[in-house]
């Protein structure tokens, strides 16, 4: 079991940054992938970013590449989505999520993440 506590959200301008973070508690956190998720009113939850349990692969979804940063400290159990140059295009609640499977390969699919965060809300003005 992993239980998920996402901090961080707000209100920035466009071109400002803001840094997600997500606590977890759970022995198993180190050995599982995880990944950032967004959801923007009125659609579908799509996928933000991830990584491996070492931290030596991410991903990143084309819309947000170069722009955000995915990274982990398993001693501490965070995980942080650095978020800069952000656009009101980027607003979205954002969820965190830990696949359990502990495999080393990242999944995009929403279906392969079995625990997930309650989400913070980051809202981008124009």
């Known amino acids: 079991q992993v239980q998920l506590v996402e901090s961080g959200g707000g209100l920035v301008q466009a071109g400002g940054s803001l840094r997600l973070s997500c606590a977890a508690a759970?022995?198993?956190?180190?050995?599982?992938?995880m990944g950032w998720f967004r959801q923007a009113p009125g659609k579908e939850r799509e996928f933000v970013s991830a990584?491996?349990?070492?931290?030596?692969?991410?991903e990143y979804a084309d819309s947000v590449k170069g722009r955000f940063t995915i990274s982990r400290d398993n001693a501490k159990k965070t995980v942080s989505l650095q978020m800069n140059s952000l656009k009101p295009e980027d607003t979205a609640v954002y969820y965190c999520?830990?696949?359990?499977?502990?495999?080393?390969?990242?999944?995009?699919?929403?279906?392969?993440?079995?625990?997930w965060g309650q989400g913070t809300q980051v809202t981008v003005s124009s």
């Open positions: 999520a830990a696949d359990g499977s502990f495999q080393a390969t990242i999944f995009r699919a929403i279906s392969s993440y079995d625990y």
């Open positions: 990584i491996t349990w070492s931290g030596g692969t991410t």
């Open positions: 759970g022995r198993t956190f180190s050995k599982c992938v």
